[in-house]
């Protein structure tokens, strides 16, 4: 059983703050993948939701999305990754799914490079 442990997240609000400086964007309909290198030789995983939304549909996305991470981080590169949800996305349940369809697709194609 792959685990999501504290050393796969990225926790400080410093770290976050790299991403916005250095970090490459890459854009999709409900949410923005940010990507940049680390020298850990693993992959950690951030996650900011900035959809105004209840804190139950909030807490919901982010699980969903840590759980997508899990589930691959086997097999993605080395980087860290800031998962942004922005303000004006709507949350509802099937923005789950298309979140999850997205960094489906953005991991399988990144394994290409």
């Given amino acids: ?7 796969d997240r990225i926790r400080r609000r410093g770290e976050f703050l790299r991403f916005f400086k250095n ?4 854009r999709f309909g409900v949410c923005t993948v ?7 030789g693993r992959p950690r995983l ?3 939701v900035k959809a ?5 549909q909030r807490n919901r996305l982010k699980r969903v999305i840590r759980e997508v991470f899990r589930l691959r981080k ?17 949350v ?3 923005t789950a799914g298309k979140v999850v369809m997205a960094l489906e697709r953005f ?4 394994n290409l490079h």
């Fill in 1 to 7: 059983m792959k685990l999501y442990h504290k050393e």
């Fill in 23 to 26: 970090g490459t964007a890459h």
């Fill in 34 to 40: 940010f990507r940049l290198s680390n020298t850990l």
């Fill in 46 to 48: 951030g996650v900011t």
């Fill in 52 to 56: 105004k939304v209840n804190s139950v």
């Fill in 74 to 90: 086997d097999r993605i590169a080395a980087f860290d990754y800031n998962v942004v949800v922005p303000g004006q996305v709507r």
């Fill in 92 to 94: 509802d349940h099937s």
């Fill in 107 to 110: 991991w399988s194609n990144e």
